[in-house]
């Protein structure tokens, strides 16, 4: 009797028994055809509420294509969807098509799809315990838009999956196509798991905003056009809620060719995002920033063809107690690591000050084939800088062949003027990099950088500890370039340099100490305005 229930339970889960009893809703069941074309929707929002008035359970997808509008989730509620199952969003029309956006009077301070949630595929608000699980596809290709919430003048959807103000979420194992604005849009979620992902987008994949006590892991995340793993704080709920307690491990991100990491032919024929710079594709913090970031890890994580780590506040909150471990980084398109801190200042007046950036701790990087035109950037702003930042154990390979004469003169074929175009950018003193502490953060909108390997603007008490810079073309921009430091150390550093360029420039700088750099004798500056120091 016992081997007879244990098999009933085996056929029942995968498949083999029709399972709207004993917890597991087979969406079929309640009318869902799952033929690609008639929509599903209804039966599955019908099978989600049988669910919930029994107390929960799981509501189960077996192999097909069902068309969907937006499916509402409820507590204690598992979408299961099986292994050649696809979650496919219809194309809305004006008879039928996805929820509306709800009301929010908060959304001047962030974009448009920031600000909603109902205008999904999939959507929850206020609600706990829930999980998404299975071996198949969300499929947004057809019915999910990139940006706004219209579609040929219609009302639709610009995200797969939102929730808002829930917490005990787990989404594992499912893969995820083309999903427009955001794959994952999950604002004021606590207790949150993201694992074994595979999502191949053509915007954000996850935006994990305001959230706290995450685990993101073990994920595959493709993103030509925008971020692949973003943190952000907005002020989407109406308050400042930072982000917090956060570890992401072993994930990929990376910028191929949308649709080409699910089909694994990993293509790189497209050289731009929107914005006019190489593929996105990053694990990021910000640009939305007004609750800021705290106690987060980020281990083993590979980046390949994409822009490289950012962590940017301008919205006012403060990152502080980072840790970042073991990334290998191939193929980077701007900066390998940037950290950025500005005034953007996009919330209410009264309540966003300047930002803080404090206790960043960055260690066992390898970096192959970074772009020419940006250093690894480090910038805060005057009066604002960034505090005790630590970089340890780090190599960053440059692809060179730049001078002070690119960075004096800022030759369009090189820069990319879509960040600048009310102010472009013009030849200049190399070393008067504009601060731009209002502009969106990225390595573009101050140009080519008077350093190769390290640029650092408006900072204090920073520690460079075994660090090595190498170019695969000579480049005769200095190394490093510090510009209104107050306390850095240098303790193992070695780099190509051009015969004729310093190591280090200062400007501005107090404290300054080179301990076991190649070629030069160790050095200490105890103030320095203008100062050049060769081997």
Request: proline content about 4%; charged content about 25%; aromatic content about 8%.
């Amino acid at each position: 009797m016992r081997k007879f229930l244990a098999i009933a339970a085996a056929l029942l889960l995968c498949g083999g028994v029709s399972a709207q009893s004993g917890g597991v809703y087979n969406v079929r069941d309640f009318g869902a055809k799952g033929d690609g074309v008639h929509i599903d929707s209804d039966a599955v929002n019908e099978a989600i509420g049988a669910a919930v008035k029994a107390g929960g359970g799981t509501v189960w997808f077996p192999a097909g294509i069902y068309s969907c509008y937006s499916i509402r989730l409820q507590n204690h509620i598992t979408l299961r969807i099986d292994n050649g199952a696809v979650i496919k969003a219809a194309v809305p029309t004006k008879e039928k098509t996805y929820d509306l956006p709800e009301e929010n009077a908060f959304d001047m301070y962030q974009d448009f799809g920031h600000s909603h949630w109902k205008n999904s595929l999939i959507w929850g608000i206020g609600l706990h315990d829930i999980t998404i699980e299975g071996a198949g596809l969300i499929d947004g290709s057809e019915g999910i838009t990139r940006g706004q919430a219209m579609m040929n003048g219609i009302s639709a959807a610009n995200k797969a999956i939102a929730l808002k103000e829930c917490y005990n979420v787990t989404i594992r194992d499912i893969s995820m196509l083309k999903c427009g604005h955001f794959a994952l849009l999950l604002t004021g979620v606590d207790n949150l798991t993201l694992d074994n992902l595979k999502v191949d987008t053509n915007r954000d994949a996850f935006d994990v905003d305001c959230c706290a006590n995450v685990r993101i892991s073990n994920c595959y995340v493709n993103t030509l056009n925008d971020d692949a793993i973003v943190l952000k704080s907005s002020y989407g709920l109406g308050y400042a809620k930072p982000t917090e307690n956060v570890t992401i491990t072993n994930c990929q991100v990376s910028g191929y060719d949308p649709g080409t990491l699910l089909d694994g032919t990993f293509k790189k024929t497209i050289a731009k995002a929107p914005d006019q710079d190489g593929p996105t594709g990053r694990i990021k913090f910000g640009t939305e920033s007004n609750g800021g970031f705290k106690n987060i890890t980020i281990s083993n994580c590979v980046f390949d063809h994409c822009r490289g780590l950012a962590l940017e506040t301008v919205d006012g909150g403060i990152i502080e107690d980072i840790t970042i471990s073991n990334i290998a980084m191939r193929d980077i398109q701007n900066a390998p690591i940037y950290i950025r801190l500005g005034n953007r200042a996009r919330g209410p007046k009264e309540s966003t000050p300047v930002a803080i950036i404090r206790r960043v701790k960055i260690s066992d990087v390898v970096v192959k084939e970074a772009d020419c035109r940006y250093a690894s950037i480090i910038a805060g702003i005057p009066g604002h800088p960034i505090e005790d930042v630590t970089l340890s154990n780090i190599y960053i390979q440059y692809k060179g062949g730049l001078s002070m004469k690119e960075a004096a003169e800022q030759p369009k074929e090189l820069i990319n003027n879509f960040f600048t175009r009310k102010d472009p950018i013009v030849p200049r003193d190399p070393y008067a990099v504009p601060d731009r502490e209002t502009d969106y953060p990225e390595p573009a909108t101050v140009g080519i950088l008077p350093a190769y390997g390290l640029y650092v603007n408006h900072a204090v008490n920073l520690k460079v500890n075994n660090v090595e810079f190498e170019t695969i073309a000579e480049d005769k921009r200095p190394v490093v370039v510090l510009m209104d430091v107050d306390g850095v150390k240098f303790n193992g550093l070695s780099a190509d340099k051009s015969a004729d360029a310093p190591f280090f420039v200062l400007r501005g700088v107090k404290g300054f100490s080179a301990v076991d750099v190649d070629g030069m004798k160790d050095i200490e500056v105890p103030e320095a305005k203008i100062q050049e120091i060769k081997k």
